[in-house]
């Protein structure tokens, strides 16, 4: 075979082989070592009685996957009843759904612990740096009290009970404080930190992550137990700036429940004008010396009990107390402000509280959808007197001036 005839037939064999073979199917993403456009983590602490939800919701989050676009990362952690994994999920040249798996740690971990987070952390900006990094934290919370769980530290989120199992008993958590400390210091700053646990968005605890993150999306009061629907939510992170389309996707998947949800956004810049003009009608309404009943402000744990333990002190809306107890022309000054920090609320007409045991309504012309402490002159404040003085916000807005 000679020449032309023997060019034209290796051409047929190549086409015919590569027909056979079919296109290359590879991750369509962003290579390793080149910088996405956005980044978002899911951290799921589920090393305790949450441990049946975190399946539900990665299962979720793989129906999302097709919808992210390629010039951005999806990674999740998930610590639960087995061994911690963290994994990238993507979306394949031929539309199905790839993965990778990583082990960043050797042992079984404490995943409730700032430093298995800064671990995932480090090991995921050190060769997957990214222009935008969104961080979700999934577990039970507290918000800044020794919550409902009857955690021994406050200002808490998360729970790893060390044994692999469904139990609630306490290893570890991570402390606000420790959370914002590790965030202020990453390479790329958080832009959207949202909190799918319980009582997160206080005052207490924005305030101690004002510099951790661009926003805070979290609720003041009970979520439930399903929390996001993440085959939604996490499109959202991708495709929107902002918290709103975040937000208002997690309450619309509940509108066909009998309950739902509270959330609300912090724009975490504007945290300390809030302190700055909360200080002096604390310091004028609220000193230790007048002596106030708050049976009849609204609370996001009314008189709440967990299994028979001791009531604990209520998260009393902020914007409700402050428009009890200011004047008018007070209180519309203090709530141009107080909008400029907690920028936007979403809610369902009402949740239910297992806490309480019961359903709960919201009146969002009425709550502002931030909580906080007000320290009282009873003895079961007493030990939750002593925690707040631990806060920043404790001196930022007054209340040690007032003399608590």
């Not at 994994?87 to 430093?115: I, K, L, W």
């Not at 996707?249 to 504007?270: F, N």
């Not at 959808?369 to 404790?394: A, I, L, V």
């Amino acid at each position: 075979m000679s020449g032309k005839a023997g060019t034209v037939l290796l051409l047929l064999l190549t086409l015919l082989v590569s027909c056979c073979r079919g296109p290359e199917v590879k991750p369509d993403v962003v290579g390793k070592g080149c910088t996405a456009r956005k980044t978002l983590l899911v951290y799921m602490m589920a090393e305790n009685s949450l441990n049946y939800y975190a399946s539900l919701d990665v299962d979720e989050i793989l129906r999302a996957v097709p919808s992210i676009p390629r010039d951005c990362r999806l990674f999740v952690y998930v610590d639960d009843s087995s061994f911690p994994q963290l994994t990238q999920y993507y979306r394949m040249t031929s539309g199905e759904t790839g993965c990778s798996r990583f082990q960043p740690f050797n042992t079984d971990v404490c995943s409730s612990d700032t430093a298995a987070l800064g671990t995932v952390l480090d090991f995921i900006l050190k060769d997957y740096p990214t222009e935008t990094l969104d961080l979700i934290m999934w577990s039970h919370g507290d918000g800044w009290l020794r919550g409902p769980l009857n955690l021994a530290p406050q200002r808490s989120i998360g729970i790893d009970n060390g044994k692999n199992s469904s139990s609630n008993k306490v290893t570890e958590t991570i402390e606000v404080e420790e959370l914002a400390a590790l965030l202020e210091a990453l390479p790329t700053k958080v832009d959207r930190l949202m909190f799918d646990a319980c009582f997160m968005q206080c005052v207490e605890s924005a305030y101690a992550l004002r510099n951790a993150a661009e926003w805070i999306i979290a609720s003041p009061a009970e979520i439930p137990g399903d929390g996001a629907l993440y085959s939604t939510l996490v499109p959202d992170f991708f495709n929107s700036d902002g918290p709103e389309d975040i937000m208002d996707s997690y309450i619309k998947a509940y509108e066909s429940e009998p309950a739902g949800a509270v959330l609300s956004a912090v724009h975490t810049g504007y945290m300390q004008n809030l302190a700055d003009a909360t200080y002096a009608y604390v310091i004028k309404y609220f000193n230790s010396e007048k002596k106030r009943e708050y049976t009849d402000v609204f609370s996001y744990l009314p008189g709440g009990r967990y299994n028979g333990s001791p009531a604990y002190p209520s998260y009393f809306d902020m914007n409700v107390v402050m428009k009890k107890y200011l004047t008018a022309d007070e209180y519309t000054g203090w709530r141009e402000v107080f909008d400029s920090a907690v920028a936007y609320v979403a809610s369902s007409a009402k949740w239910y509280s297992a806490v309480c045991g019961r359903v709960i309504g919201y009146d969002m012309s009425v709550g502002g959808g931030m909580s906080m402490y007000m320290p009282q002159h009873y003895s079961r404040n007493e030990k939750f007197n002593s925690d707040f003085k631990t806060t920043e916000w404790y001196s930022a807005a007054g209340w040690q001036q007032a003399g608590w």
